[in-house]
């Protein structure tokens, strides 16, 4: 999803509002992209403040919403990702700079050798990073309901976690 932007001059400390939605055609290709079935919605806001020549600040807000099928079933689950992101980006770097000043600057997150920053790569890059993020929360909380899950059953059973409690100490001692 290509959405290239351009400063206008040189105004230190400028700003810059940017809102975009992905078309339906986008939204295919997007989601063919990043693994999953249908992408129903993508908005983006981003604002850019110019900091120096041509290092950038972006502040960016994406809303997606995304349906992905669920291992051995038939249905989709809905993931709904609302969320912010953040970038340094400096523009114009010279091509044999580009390795050097990636392991030297620790706040820059982005090198471009020209003079256009693709606000649409960014924000598709940062949609995967939240992706990964919402996918391990489920995860997470598919493996704390597994949990209480054991738990309920341990209450069913009274006795079981002393019979656990024994069987480690019994493992301890033949370990020695």
């Given at each position: 999803m290509?959405?290239?932007?351009?400063?206008r001059?040189?105004y230190?400390n400028?700003k810059?509002?940017?809102?975009?939605?992905?078309s339906?055609?986008?939204?295919?290709?997007i989601?063919?992209?990043?693994?999953?079935?249908v992408?129903?919605?993508?908005?983006?806001?981003?604002?850019?403040?110019?900091?120096?020549?041509?290092?950038?600040?972006?502040?960016?807000?994406?809303?997606?919403?995304?349906y992905?099928?669920?291992e051995?079933?038939?249905?989709?689950?809905?993931?709904v990702v609302n969320d912010e992101?953040?970038?340094?980006?400096?523009?114009?770097?010279?091509?044999d700079?580009?390795?050097?000043?990636?392991?030297?600057?620790?706040?820059?997150?982005?090198?471009?050798?020209?003079?256009t920053?693709?606000?649409?790569?960014?924000?598709?890059q940062?949609?995967?990073?939240?992706l990964?993020d919402?996918s391990?929360?489920f995860?997470d909380?598919?493996y704390?309901?597994?949990?209480?899950?054991?738990s309920?059953e341990a209450?069913?059973?009274?006795?079981?976690?002393?019979?656990?409690?024994?069987?480690?100490?019994m493992?301890?001692k033949?370990?020695?």
């Amino acid at each position: 999803m290509p959405f290239l932007w351009k400063p206008r001059g040189n105004y230190k400390n400028s700003k810059e509002q940017i809102f975009f939605k992905a078309s339906k055609r986008q939204k295919k290709l997007i989601a063919a992209r990043l693994g999953f079935d249908v992408l129903s919605g993508l908005e983006v806001k981003i604002l850019i403040s110019q900091k120096k020549d041509d290092l950038f600040l972006l502040q960016g807000h994406i809303n997606a919403e995304i349906y992905k099928a669920v291992e051995k079933s038939n249905e989709l689950e809905d993931l709904v990702v609302n969320d912010e992101f953040q970038e340094i980006i400096q523009l114009n770097v010279p091509e044999d700079q580009l390795e050097i000043l990636a392991m030297e600057e620790d706040n820059v997150t982005e090198f471009y050798t020209s003079d256009t920053i693709d606000l649409g790569e960014i924000s598709l890059q940062n949609l995967s990073l939240l992706l990964d993020d919402i996918s391990s929360n489920f995860q997470d909380s598919e493996y704390l309901e597994e949990m209480r899950g054991s738990s309920k059953e341990a209450e069913a059973r009274p006795f079981s976690n002393l019979a656990s409690l024994l069987n480690e100490k019994m493992d301890a001692k033949t370990r020695r």
